[in-house]
């Protein structure tokens, strides 16, 4: 099992994109989903975290008042809404879960990962 992140492309400065994460088959279950990103040749950077319950969300500092995570348990889906984009976010943006029940804004702690999609704000 995967997840697949889907919803990257090109943007203009101050645009908008909608993240959307979903797991390659059977249902997904989580204690926590996040979303980091990556530029080539820095780490994997933490962007934004949801527990299963929807009750908690953790915002790196860098995203918090533009970006909004968010999931559908329904729909086995996980998002990222993504407003005023700024070329700064440009990455790839990958999803990721955990089935821990004590985690960190840290790749480490996420276990289940998918292959990313790219992301490009321009000025």
């Known amino acids: 099992v995967q997840l697949q992140a889907s919803g990257g492309g090109l943007v203009q400065a101050g645009g908008s994109l909608r993240l959307s994460c979903q797991p390659s088959?059977?249902?997904?279950?989580?204690?926590?989903a996040a979303w980091f990103r990556q530029v080539p040749g820095n780490e994997r950077e933490f962007v934004a975290a949801?527990?299963?319950?929807?009750?908690?969300?953790d915002y790196a500092n860098s995203v918090k008042g533009r970006f909004t995570i968010s999931r559908n348990i329904a729909k086995n889906m996980v998002y990222l809404q993504m407003n005023n984009l700024k070329p700064e976010d440009t990455a790839i943006y990958y999803c990721?879960?955990?089935?821990?029940?004590?985690?960190?804004?840290?790749?480490?702690?996420?276990?289940?990962w998918g292959q990313g999609t790219l992301v490009t704000v321009s000025s």
């Open positions: 088959e059977g249902p997904f279950d989580y204690v926590a």
């Open positions: 949801i527990n299963w319950r929807g009750s908690s969300r």
């Open positions: 990721a879960s955990t089935l821990r029940q004590r985690y960190a804004d840290s790749a480490a702690d996420f276990s289940l």
